[in-house]
Nanobody, 121 residues
């Protein structure tokens, strides 16, 4: 099995920054895309950003210029640098990874439990 563990969430004032981490562990042969999603209270989960194994990134329009996704393939870890945070960024942030546990396996999507980000003064 594969586990994804997010960290780095917490309480931050408006205008502040946080850096989230998502570490994948377990039976990993290779990881394709990794992504960050968020779910605000009373809303559906939405995509924030994705990054391929080659480092190509994609962002939802709402986060371009404020959030930056990156990854360290050697550590099987993705990051989300969040700047200029606003109260409306308050949400549970979860990561997703598309993993192959064996060269002959299919790709499987795994999810972490999420980390709470609260932006408030």
């Amino acid at each position: 099995q594969v586990q994804l563990v997010e960290s780095g969430g917490g309480l931050v004032q408006p205008g502040g920054s946080l850096r989230l981490s998502c570490a994948a562990s377990g039976r990993i042969f290779s990881i394709n895309a990794m992504g960050w999603y968020r779910q605000a209270p009373g809303k559906q989960r939405e995509l924030v950003a994705t990054i391929t194994s080659g480092g190509s990134t994609s962002y939802a329009d709402s986060y371009k210029g404020r959030f930056t996704i990156s990854r360290d393939n050697a550590k099987n870890t993705a990051y989300l640098q969040m700047n200029s945070l606003k109260p409306e960024d308050t949400a549970v942030y979860s990561c997703n990874a598309r993993v192959r546990s064996h060269p002959l396996d299919f790709w499987v999507d795994y999810w972490g439990q999420g980390t709470q980000v609260t932006v408030s003064s």
